[in-house]
């Protein structure tokens, strides 16, 4: 078990960086703002995440990491849109929203930042493959894909409606039909 004091300090700067990204800011956030704002060292910092991108990262996906005692009782069909709606809820957001399209952007000439977004990739994929079914990388890109362009490329939103008509597509293309009604 962590150390209770360990775990307060983490939530609490994952809170600050929160709190940070949801202001609109004209520098971007780097270790020696947070630390002054969360009141804490640049070496703490660095000892537990190493980088900005990889604390921002964490930030972003532990705020989003639905509870996993709502998926509790429903079949394979309902998890999968009870999954697709928990991602376009999180995409609705304007701290996600901001935050992955930066991280994007930044991934492509910068490791860290590319290293950051595949591991917030890869606790996605792990979590929908214990929430909902297995699947590859690929079949996961099929499925969220459509929600993300919707929700941030094309800035249109998706209904309920239109989660459900998309999850029972994915649901007939990897064979979790067994309870659409």
């Not at 094309?154 to 994915?170: F, G, L, S």
Request: one cysteine or more; a negative charge.
């Amino acid at each position: 078990m962590p150390d209770p004091r360990i775990q307060r300090t983490r939530d609490h700067v994952l809170a600050t960086v929160r709190k940070l990204l949801a202001e609109p800011a004209s520098t971007p956030l780097t270790f020696t703002i947070l630390a002054a704002e969360a009141q804490v060292s640049r070496r703490t910092l660095y000892t537990h995440w190493g980088s900005i991108d990889r604390v921002i990262s964490d930030a972003v996906s532990s705020t989003f990491a639905g509870d996993a005692s709502d998926f509790d009782g429903l079949t394979t069909f309902e998890r999968l849109n009870h999954f697709l709606v928990q991602v376009r809820d999180t995409m609705c957001d304007p701290v996600f929203a901001a935050t992955v399209t930066m991280q994007m952007a930044k991934a492509t000439r910068d490791p860290e930042a590319a290293d950051s977004l595949r591991e917030m990739n890869d606790a996605a994929i792990a979590e929908f493959r214990e929430r909902v079914a297995p699947v590859t990388t690929q079949q996961y890109g099929a499925i969220v894909g459509p929600v993300f362009f919707a929700q941030l490329i094309a800035r249109v939103p998706m209904t309920d409606v239109d989660v459900r008509n998309h999850a029972e597509i994915i649901a007939q293309h990897l064979g979790l039909m067994e309870a659409v009604v």
